[in-house]
Nanobody, 128 residues
């Protein structure tokens, strides 16, 4: 059973930056797939970025070039650097992880299908 705890959310103005972090515990192995998802009020959850244990990433088109996902597998820590933030980036951001892997590009597909474990979320608010 994995436990995920996010931090780093807050309120910034348009064009600002935030860095989200997530600590994953409960694993005795390298977590094979991790990612960030977000959900704005009245909208469905959407995948923002995912990364596998080899560092291969998949970034949503809406944030590509502005957001960067990184992971420290030795520390089971996940980060999301968010730059040039826009009001439409406002949402609850959730750290996510998979305890198993399907191999190949399976982790990249999780940006669309979601993952098995989620944290409680951290709120990001961008003012115009």
């Amino acid at each position: 059973q994995l436990r995920l705890v996010e931090s780093g959310g807050g309120s910034v103005e348009t064009g600002g930056s935030l860095r989200l972090s997530c600590v994953i515990s409960g694993n005795t192995y390298k977590v094979p797939c991790m990612g960030w998802f977000r959900q704005a009020p009245g909208k469905e959850r959407e995948g923002v970025a995912v990364i596998d244990s080899d560092g291969v990433t998949n970034i949503a088109p809406s944030v590509k070039g502005r957001f960067r996902i990184s992971a420290d597998n030795a520390e089971s820590t996940l980060h999301l650097q968010m730059n040039r933030l826009k009001p439409e980036d406002s949402a609850m951001y959730y750290c996510a992880a998979e305890a198993t892997t399907g191999g190949g590009s399976w982790c990249s597909t999780r940006i669309k299908y979601g993952m098995d474990y989620y944290g409680k979320g951290t709120l990001v608010t961008i003012s115009s």
